[in-house]
C-alpha cells in the first residue's frame, strides 16, 4: 500500500523533497513507514525517534498506518 510521508522544514531539507509516496506491507506501522524513509539519501539527518502524526493526529510508532494515510513527520520548533 501506499502512505504519503510529509516532510518539513529540516527534514525536507535532508530528503530534498516536501513529501514522498512511500510502499509499505498492508500491516505497517509508523516505525515501518519510519523505517522505509531511512533507506532514502540524507535521511540519517533523522532523530531514531522523530515526532509523527498520522492524519494530523499524533501518534506513536506502534500506530497502524493504512492506504493513503499521510504520515508527517514533525521536526523540532524552537520559538520564543
Not at 10 to 38: C, K, N, W
Request: overall charge negative.
Amino acid at each position: 500500500m501506499t502512505v504519503t510521508v510529509l516532510l518539513f522544514a529540516s527534514y525536507a531539507e535532508a530528503l530534498g523533497a516536501s513529501s514522498l509516496a512511500v510502499e509499505v506491507a498492508g500491516d505497517a506501522t509508523v516505525a515501518d513507514v519510519i523505517a522505509h524513509v531511512r533507506t532514502y539519501p540524507g535521511a540519517d539527518r533523522l532523530p531514531t525517534l522523530p515526532l509523527v502524526a498520522v492524519n494530523e493526529q499524533y501518534a506513536d510508532a506502534h500506530a497502524v498506518v493504512r492506504e493513503g494515510d499521510e504520515v508527517a513527520l514533525i521536526p523540532p520548533v524552537a520559538g520564543g
